[in-house]
């Protein structure tokens, strides 16, 4: 995995670093990886995936076709700001 750094800005390339981790699943096989993991717990694990995965795309395809509503788009919350005096 490769991130450029530009104008010698390091924070913003680990920012970006991290957030592709993140979406890659890195962190979480990381995890996984920290211990042994029995071969039965392992089916189980990739069984609950497997279900989690097909839920996930049952309710998309729900959503695409107007069996359900879609989730409300999340606000961004801004912090206040103070009057000029």
Do not use: W
């Not at 010698?8 to 990886?33: C, H, P, S, W």
């Amino acid at each position: 995995m490769q991130v450029l750094v530009r104008d010698n800005n390091v924070e913003q390339a680990l920012k970006v670093l991290k957030k592709r981790m993140q979406r890659e699943g890195i962190f979480r096989e990381m995890k996984q990886r920290r211990a042994y993991e029995k071969p039965s717990e392992r089916r189980v694990r990739e069984h609950d995936e497997a279900i989690r995965r097909s839920r996930k795309a049952a309710r998309k395809k729900a959503q695409r076709e107007g069996l359900i509503a879609a989730p409300k788009p999340r606000v961004k919350k801004t912090a206040p700001t103070s009057a000029p005096r």
